[in-house]
């Protein structure tokens, strides 16, 4: 069992659907180029976000990915 359940830990953020948007408890809103919920797959990450950009590097350009996730 996860530590974050072990002690009892809740889910302090919610995605805003259809917006790439977090909410952060009740009174703040950050906005992203992409958002994911929590059941979203790595599949659905990458082919969103990063198949492109591997795409580029092979034609001669540079990209980074930043990812944060818990």
Same mark, same amino acid.
């Given at each position: 069992?996860?530590?974050?359940?072990?002690?009892?830990?809740?889910?302090?953020?919610?995605?805003?659907?259809?917006?790439?948007?977090?909410? #952060?408890?009740?009174?703040?809103?950050?906005? *992203?180029?992409?958002?994911?919920?929590?059941?979203? &797959?790595?599949?659905?990450?990458?082919?969103?976000?990063v198949h492109? #950009?591997?795409?580029?590097?092979?034609?001669? *350009?540079?990209?980074?990915?930043?990812?944060?996730? &818990?």
């Amino acid at each position: 069992m996860a530590k974050e359940k072990i002690e009892g830990c809740h889910v302090c953020t919610m995605v805003t659907p259809g917006e790439p948007q977090v909410l #952060l408890g009740k009174d703040k809103a950050f906005t *992203y180029d992409y958002v994911f919920d929590i059941d979203s &797959q790595q599949e659905q990450l990458y082919q969103a976000c990063v198949h492109k #950009l591997i795409e580029g590097c092979f034609e001669g *350009y540079h990209a980074t990915v930043v990812a944060y996730g &818990q």
